[in-house]
């Protein structure tokens, strides 16, 4: 089980768990935003945090964005940030919460233990909390800091000796997909839930990337990631969430597989799921999403609302 870790709570978190806690910044930026998520980065972190870049660890072969890396690449790229197997990762977003799920779910199918995967809840949120010199003073201690000083390189450690696996249960892959929805097993068998926002899923708001159709796959559900936060972006209450879900979905007994625009936000939703009590292990992530299947599925297979 994934945690949360609220920024009030971050002092108290480090003296749990002392020398083995790796911030990890994980934010990525979506190509309309003028953000570079690495030069961020350069200028304010958490104090001795790395830059987890999913833009870089990603498979360089694909057409699709961000795809999976192999479980070499992978554990080469982890290795150069000098993550250890039994490092606790404090994975945050500049953002709030985003493309930090995406970093949290690479990590969980590439062997990390899951109960040392840790959420900031939220980023934002925890440098305000440093605006004020008498609560760092009575907060934040000094590791916990946030570090303005310029940095060059994306970690602070040296290389470390990981060693990754791969759970191919937790993602979907196109050809997997197209037999489940050929066959009808969405529904039925499986749970298929989709992170867009409503517009996108019935088709009546165009896709961003030109060319792409909007619409959705038959039978899939339609939960916007951003319905599962706050409006300062950080997850809403277990409560909420077990509620959100509770509502959403008929039969908790199905195999889930969430999907987005890009396989980005579906993962705030399988966090979310995670959360709310859902078996990770029966929670897959459609990787190419939106992006692969509206290019690759028979016009057919493609659902319009309007």
């Known amino acids: 089980m994934i945690s949360l870790v609220a920024p009030a709570s971050v002092a108290s978190f480090y003296q749990k768990h002392p020398d083995s806690i790796i911030p990890v910044d994980s934010s990525w930026y979506m190509p309309n935003v003028p953000v570079n998520g690495y030069h961020e980065f350069m200028k304010s972190r958490i104090n001795n945090a790395v830059f987890f870049d999913i833009e870089k660890v990603k498979d360089f ?44 779910w690479m990590f969980e199918i590439f062997g990390h233990d899951v109960s040392k995967l840790y959420i900031l809840n939220t980023y934002p949120s925890y440098t305000k909390s440093h605006s004020d010199p008498n609560l760092v003073m ?15 390189s994306p970690t602070p450690y040296p290389p470390s000796e990981y ?7 937790k993602v979907v892959s196109y050809e997997q997909l ?9 529904g039925s068998e499986y749970t298929l839930i989709d992170a867009r926002s409503a517009p996108r899923f019935s088709g009546e708001a165009p896709e961003p990337r ?3 159709s909007s619409g959705h796959i038959k039978n899939a559900i339609n939960i916007p990631f951003t319905d599962l936060l706050t409006p300062e972006k950080s997850f809403l209450s277990t409560m909420s969430l077990k509620n959100i879900f509770k509502n959403k979905i008929s039969d908790d007994s199905k ?3 969430v999907m987005c625009g890009t396989g980005v936000t579906a993962c ?3 966090c979310a799921m995670q959360l709310a009590g ?29």
């Open 138 to 152: 009575k907060v934040h201690g000094s590791d916990t800091l946030v570090n303005n000083t310029l940095v060059t």
């Open 255 to 257: 195999p889930v597989i």
């Open 278 to 306: 859902y078996d990770s292990s029966k929670i897959a992530v459609y990787d190419g999403s939106w992006t692969e299947w509206g290019l690759r599925a028979p016009s057919s297979l493609i659902v319009k609302d309007f």
């Open 178 to 186: 197209l037999e489940l929805v050929e066959n009808d097993k969405i």
């Open 210 to 212: 030109p060319g792409l």
């Open 61 to 104: 072969t694909s057409k699709y964005p961000h795809m999976l890396p192999t479980r070499e690449d992978f554990e080469s790229s982890v290795r150069e940030l000098g993550i250890k197997n039994d490092s606790n990762l404090l994975f945050y977003d500049q953002q709030g919460i985003f493309s930090l799920c995406r970093a949290v």
């Open 268 to 270: 705030v939703v399988r």
């Open 163 to 169: 060693t990754a696996t791969f759970d191919p249960f």
